[in-house]
């Protein structure tokens, strides 16, 4: 889950979904936008270590990443 | 500081007064990154959690330096044990991260005030260092999601200035990278 912050670019972070995930231009904005307009997104799913790692990965982007279970 | 990008070779003209802006933010941010206070860290997530659950994520005012809290953000607000395990695993990795690429910046600025980003792994960390520099001078003035101009203290005016102009080298870079 990526948390809104008033930092982070939009367009800094549309480029780091592109980057980390290999999202093509249009996912990666409609998830900048999610997170955004709604404060928050789920930016990718999987198990446990797999998400720890893009967590990782997106706090060395400085993004603000958390990890949740599905419920 | 101008950004240009032509025949795909992305380029950094800075000038010397910009160099040496930079240079000492990599200074003051570098200095953040040395503070030794992973312990502190965790005794301030684990309060966090008994205040109340998500706290640590909306974040609030505690001890520990708010710079040093938003660059390592917690992975697991509502869970201390599986918080403290992520942060043993991850946590000098992060921050040995952010000191290579401020040392590898330095290096490009050593070579003079015109930064050549020929590749994705020399624009990747340019656009990380900038906003790592952001977001540590942004924590520290208190941006918010609308700022009031009017609302600056004088005396902040410069650091402002400074803010700003990392969010406008920042923006051209990243505009030039998604052409």
């Given at each position: 889950v990526v948390w809104n912050d008033p930092i982070n670019l939009m367009s800094y972070v549309t480029r780091v979904f592109m980057d980390v995930f290999g999202y093509a231009r249009p996912k990666a904005e409609k998830l900048m936008l999610d997170v955004h307009q709604r404060g928050r997104a789920v930016v990718s799913s999987g198990t446990r270590e797999r998400m720890e790692l893009d967590v990782h990965i997106l706090h060395g982007y400085g993004l603000w990443a958390t990890l949740e279970q599905p419920s | 500081v101008k950004v240009s990008g032509k025949h795909g070779r992305l380029r950094l003209r800075l000038e010397p007064v910009e160099v040496q802006l930079l240079e000492s933010l990599f200074d003051q941010l570098e200095a953040v990154l040395a503070e030794d206070d992973a312990e502190r860290l965790a005794e301030d997530f684990r309060a966090d959690l008994e205040a109340s659950p998500g706290a640590a994520a909306a974040g609030r005012d505690t001890a520990v330096d708010p710079v040093r809290r938003r660059l390592s953000p917690p992975a697991f607000p509502d869970d201390a044990g599986a918080e403290a395990e992520f942060r043993r695993l991850t946590g000098t990795a992060l921050r040995e991260l952010r000191d290579e690429r401020i040392a590898a910046c330095r290096a490009d600025l050593a070579r003079g005030g015109e930064v050549e980003l020929r590749d994705d792994?020399?624009?990747?960390?340019?656009?990380?260092?900038?906003?790592?520099?952001?977001?540590?001078?942004?924590?520290?003035?208190?941006?918010?999601?609308?700022?009031?101009?009017?609302?600056?203290?004088?005396?902040?005016?410069?650091?402002?200035?400074?803010?700003?102009?990392?969010?406008?080298t920042q923006d051209a870079v990243v505009a030039e990278l998604l052409r």
């Open positions: - | 792994g020399s624009s990747r960390r340019w656009i990380q260092v900038l906003n790592d520099l952001r977001l540590a001078l942004g924590t520290r003035l208190g941006v918010t999601e609308d700022i009031d101009e009017a609302d600056i203290a004088e005396q902040d005016a410069p650091q402002w200035a400074v803010y700003y102009w990392l969010t406008a």
